[in-house]
């Protein structure tokens, strides 16, 4: 006799349980794997498991918590990273004693882990000293392993990601780049399209953590200094200036005046990576008109590239003021809650991409003037995204531009994740 199930039968049964670390590692993969980032998509070509390369699990099972811990404000997931974390170090230390685990895929991802870890849940890159350990390490241990794993796809991935990382890293520190990674990026070089746009801004981006790591020094003649950042924000002007087509943005006009955006229009760009990274080149930019007004307030500056007079102060605040409704402009196109009729932002995906408009705008809202209005709209945004869009850490964010203080961008870039979050 066959049972007949009822509808009763049926309303009580409960779902699975699945385990946190199964929920973290699963959208970790839709993330950074499958997803948003794709930044670590080799790892789709491991066979991780407890018992295969060890290290890497554990390590990546740290960085799937700490990662699910930050989206969802999980304080079990955050203590099981730690625990996790602290499992991983001996197992990598180990691997890096052994012939075959030093030089494998697998320690350098492992490694990579780690920091990942570190950028999420240590948010003081001057206070914590592993904050950049991990990439060090990692450097070293590209130097071992060689350049001929460049030619092969999972070793050009790993070493351009850590490129960009330990990049990231010294301008958040204000720490100089090492050689190793100029000598680094020289290999890379042999396998990538040095006309890039993204390869470019990341060559001016070493310039400018330099020069900033100089000027923090001190003992930089005034003369020359202002000469260096003229001549740097020139650089980055003329990349603006020669973006290829698959990087210009089209311009949407409004008939009339919206809450979401700023002045009567907004910019779309082809797709989030290339809207991020126009915008961390107008950060630049933004930071080095700013120390231009600092030297020299009241004076003239040298046109980038050129000998005489170029900006006075006010000139210099025009050229911030644009920058930072420039980054404004390019927001709508993600928060606009009437872009898709009748739907508000849900999708993981749009969080990811609302996401990455906070560090933006907070510099655009910290520099800009008062006449351009950048500030009081950028509070409403970041009302939004929290409220509406349900990302608390825009709340944060909004809470330091309301008290004033002068927060360094830096601080609140490591506050946000630094490049954990990247596209």
């Not at 603006?240 to 089209?250: G, H």
């Not at 009748?342 to 907070?362: E, M, N, S």
Request: aromatic share 8%; charged share 20%; with cysteine.
């Amino acid at each position: 006799m066959h049972r007949v199930s009822s509808l009763q039968d049926k309303s009580i049964r409960k779902p699975p349980h699945v385990a946190i670390e199964v929920q973290a590692r699963n959208f970790f993969f839709f993330h950074y794997v499958v997803g948003f980032s794709k930044v670590f998509d080799v790892l789709g070509s491991f066979n991780i498991q407890p018992d295969n390369d060890q290290h890497l699990h554990v390590s990546l099972t740290a960085a799937s918590l700490a990662f699910f811990s930050f989206q969802f404000d999980s304080v079990e997931a955050r203590r099981m990273a730690r625990v996790h974390y602290l499992q991983a170090l001996p197992l990598v230390n180990h691997a890096l004693k052994t012939p075959n685990g030093a030089a494998s895929d697998a320690t350098l991802l492992a490694i990579l882990m780690l920091d990942l870890f570190e950028k999420i849940l240590h948010n003081d890159p001057r206070s914590v000293d592993s904050w950049m350990s991990h990439v060090n390490g990692a450097l070293a241990l590209v130097k071992l392993r060689g350049s001929d794993r460049l030619q092969h796809y999972t070793g050009l991935r790993l070493s351009a990601r850590l490129s960009t990382s330990l990049l990231i890293s010294c301008v958040a520190a204000g720490a100089p780049v090492p050689p190793g990674l100029v000598q680094l990026r020289s290999d890379l070089e042999q396998f990538l399209d040095k006309n890039d746009p993204k390869w470019q801004l990341t060559g001016l981006a070493i310039e400018f953590v330099n020069l900033q790591s100089r000027i923090k020094a001190g003992g930089l003649p005034r003369p020359e200094m202002v000469s260096r950042l003229s001549h740097l924000d020139g650089k980055f002007l003329r990349l603006a200036e020669t973006m290829p087509p698959s990087w210009l943005f089209d311009r949407v006009m409004l008939a009339a005046p919206s809450k979401q955006v700023l002045s009567l229009h907004f910019d779309v760009y082809p797709n989030h990576a290339v809207t991020q990274a126009t915008n961390v080149l107008r950060i630049m930019r933004i930071l080095l008109n700013d120390a231009l007004r600092s030297e020299c307030p009241e004076e003239t500056h040298e046109k980038p590239g050129t000998v005489g007079s170029w900006k006075s102060s006010a000139l210099l605040m025009e050229t911030i003021d644009q920058l930072a409704k420039d980054i404004c402009a390019s927001a709508p196109q993600f928060t606009r809650s009437g872009r898709l009729p009748g739907t508000q932002i849900h999708a993981v995906a749009d969080k990811a991409c609302c996401f990455t408009l906070i560090f933006p705008l907070y510099v655009a809202a910290m520099y800009a003037s008062t006449s351009a209005l950048v500030k009081p709209w950028v509070m409403k945004q970041l009302s939004y995204l929290s409220e509406d869009v349900g990302i608390r850490q825009a709340k944060d964010v909004a809470d330091i531009l309301k008290k004033g203080d002068g927060t360094s961008p830096w601080a609140v870039y490591t506050m946000l994740g630094s490049y954990a979050f990247a596209a």
